[in-house]
C-alpha cells in the first residue's frame, strides 16, 4: 500500500554511502550520552556525519529551535536528547512538542523487549507501543477562561486516529504480531476517546487476522503490572502513551534502557524511550547511556545500515546481559564510560565479514 511505501522511505546517502543526520544533543545528561554515541559510531566505523545543533533552554527565542527544524527536514533524520525550556512564561511552548508537531511525527513506538540479563519486576516482556504523537492532551491549548478557572483542549482528530490505527496494524502485519489493544477511557471521555476508540475499531476491521480488543487506562496499567504478558501491540492516545511507556519501562529497567522511535510520512527521530532531561544525575558519569546507543541503533537500522546496526546492538546485549557491566539504576556499580568503554571493546573485536 502506499502507506508502506512511505514509512520506508529513506534519505538518499550522501558521498561514499555517509547519511548526514542532526544531532540535538538537549539538556540534562542529553550532551554526555551523545558523546558516547559519537565515541561508539567513530569505532563502529558508522557512515554517518553529525549536524550538532544546540538548544538554548535559557532564552525565549526560536532561533534556535527554527535552525533545528530546518536541520531534520533537510537530513530527513535526527538524534536527539530531551530539550528543556526553562522560561516561566506560560506562552513560551516545549520544544519537543514544537519539533513534533512542525514535522508531523504523528506516531511514537517503543519497543518493549526485556533483557535477559537485567534484573527487574517482569521479565519475558515483549510489548510494542504506539501512540499518537501530535495532537489529544499535548495540544498546548490552555487559557483561563475566569479567574481561578483554567480550561485545557484535548484534541483528536479523526483523520490522526485514523493513521495511528492503520500504522498500527500494518506494523502488526509485517512483524508478525498477533493482537492489537486499543487504550482509551471513552466511558469518561464519550467524545474525544471515543472517536479513537470507534476509529481504532474500525480500520481493525480490515486486518481480520489480527485480533483486536480495547482496554480502559485505568484498568490497563494495574493488568500492565500484574499480568503484562497479555499484550502485544498497543495504541493509545499522546498522554495515554507517554504513562504507558513509563509504566512498562519501570517493570523492565527504568528510564535508561529502552529507546523510542517518532515517525512521520517524511522525517524520523530517535531519542531515549521515556524522554528524560535526567538533570540530577548529569555530569556524574552515571546516566545509563544504554537508552541512547539503542536509539542510535534505530536510527542506524532506519538509514538502511543494518550491520552496523546489528554489532552495536550485540555490543550492548554482551556488556548488560553477558558481562553484567552496569550502571546503578540497573543496580549494578558500574560508571556510564566504563559501559561504553566494554561496548567499544566488543565493537573492536567483532568479526566483521562484510
Ligand atoms: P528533570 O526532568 O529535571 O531531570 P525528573 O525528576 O523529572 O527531573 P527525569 O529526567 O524525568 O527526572 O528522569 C526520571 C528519573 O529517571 C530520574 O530519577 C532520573 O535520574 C532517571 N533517569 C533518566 N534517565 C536516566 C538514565 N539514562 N540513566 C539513569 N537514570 C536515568
Not at 506494523?171 to 471515543?194: C, E, W
Request: glycine share 8%; proline share 3%; charged share 20%.
Amino acid at each position: 500500500s502506499p502507506l508502506v511505501k512511505k514509512q520506508q522511505k529513506i534519505p538518499v546517502a550522501l558521498y561514499g554511502g555517509r547519511h548526514a543526520v542532526t544531532m540535538l544533543p538537549g539538556s540534562g545528561i542529553g550532551p554526555e550520552l551523545m558523546a558516547y554515541v559519537r565515541d561508539v559510531f567513530r569505532y563502529a566505523g558508522a557512515p554517518v556525519d553529525f549536524e550538532t545543533i544546540n538548544i538554548n533552554p535559557n532564552t525565549d527565542e526560536s532561533d534556535d529551535l527554527i535552525h533545528a527544524i530546518t536541520s531534520i527536514k533537510r537530513n530527513g533524520v535526527a538524534i536527539k536528547g530531551n530539550i528543556e525550556t526553562k522560561s516561566e512564561d506560560t506562552e513560551v511552548q516545549s520544544r519537543n512538542v514544537a519539533i513534533r508537531n512542525e514535522l508531523d511525527l504523528f506516531i511514537n513506538v517503543l519497543n518493549c523487549k526485556s533483557y535477559p540479563g537485567v534484573k527487574c519486576r517482569q521479565s519475558n516482556i515483549d510489548i510494542v507501543i504506539i501512540r499518537q504523537n501530535t495532537e489529544g492532551e499535548y495540544a498546548m491549548l490552555e487559557h483561563e477562561s475566569v479567574h481561578g478557572v483554567v480550561e485545557s483542549m484535548k484534541i483528536v482528530t479523526q483523520s490522526n486516529s485514523e493513521r495511528v490505527a492503520r500504522w498500527a496494524f500494518e506494523y502488526a502485519k509485517r512483524h508478525g504480531r498477533k493482537k492489537v489493544t486499543i487504550v482509551h477511557k471513552a466511558n469518561i471521555m464519550k467524545l474525544s476517546d471515543g472517536l479513537f476508540l470507534e476509529t481504532s475499531r474500525r480500520i481493525a476491521k480490515e486486518y481480520p487476522e489480527i485480533e483486536h480488543n480495547d482496554m480502559i487506562i485505568d484498568n490497563c496499567c494495574m493488568q500492565l503490572v500484574s499480568n503484562p504478558h497479555q499484550f502485544d501491540v498497543m495504541i493509545m492516545t499522546n498522554l495515554y502513551g507517554s504513562i504507558v511507556s513509563n509504566v512498562i519501562c519501570g517493570l523492565i529497567g527504568g528510564a535508561g534502557l529502552l529507546s523510542g522511535r517518532n515517525y512521520g510520512d517524511h522525517y524520523a527521530v530517535f531519542e531515549p524511550g521515556t524522554r528524560n532531561t535526567g538533570t540530577a544525575i548529569a555530569g556524574k558519569n552515571i546516566a545509563n547511556p544504554i537508552a541512547m546507543l539503542n536509539a542510535s541503533v534505530d536510527m542506524l537500522e532506519h538509514l538502511g545500515h543494518q550491520q552496523h546496526a546489528d554489532m552495536i546492538q550485540q555490543a550492548i546485549v554482551k556488556t548488560i546481559c553477558e558481562d553484567n557491566i552496569q550502571t546503578p539504576d540497573l543496580g549494578g556499580h558500574h560508571s556510564s564510560s566504563d559501559v561504553v568503554q566494554r561496548v567499544i571493546d566488543h565493537i573492536v573485536h567483532s568479526d566483521r565479514t562484510w
